[in-house]
């Protein structure tokens, strides 16, 4: 691969599933020695500012990873053109990006679970309205995709 991989990873409110899916790439990254720059946003602005919901920190603690410092932000149209590739966890925010993305955006879009093997087309469920055991699979669902991706760049090495 010529640059350094630049990977964005966005849901609704980067407060559950965004950032679980940052902290589970980070560390896959980390694993298998992929230099990148990683980060993640929402394509909504009410959360801007906050740490990851309580429930998402608990998970990722469990899993040995602290998210606690993590900061909601919104994502902006220089992200099209700072990140290389942009991952969306579901239809809706994959249609949000589409809609939003400058003509001349060098990111290219997908969806986080198509980099999961056998798991093409599915959706990150937004587990924010339902309870704790929504984020274990979460994170089971996240961890398996930032697994996949992390490999397809290792393979571009
Ligand atoms: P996320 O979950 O998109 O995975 O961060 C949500 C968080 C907040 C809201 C919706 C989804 N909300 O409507 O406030």
Request: proline share 3%; charged share 25%.
């Amino acid at each position: 691969m010529a640059a350094k991989p630049a990977v964005l990873f966005v849901c609704l409110g980067n407060i559950c599933r965004s950032p679980l899916a940052e902290a589970a790439f980070r560390r896959e990254a980390a694993r298998i020695g992929i230099d990148a720059e990683i980060d993640s946003a929402g394509t909504g602005h009410w959360h801007a500012g906050e740490a990851p919901d309580r429930r998402a920190q608990a998970v990722a603690r469990r899993y040995g990873i602290d998210i606690a410092g993590y900061r909601a932000r919104q994502i902006r149209q220089e992200d099209f053109h700072r990140f290389s590739h942009i991952v969306a966890v579901d239809h809706q925010n994959l249609a949000a990006l589409n809609a939003m993305k400058p003509r001349d955006g060098k990111a290219e879009l997908s969806l986080l679970l198509d980099h999961a093997a056998g798991y093409k087309g599915q959706e990150i469920a937004d587990p924010y309205y339902g309870g704790d055991d929504g984020f274990d699979v979460t994170w089971a669902e996240v961890t398996l995709a930032a697994e996949g991706l992390a490999r397809r760049f290792a393979e571009q090495m």
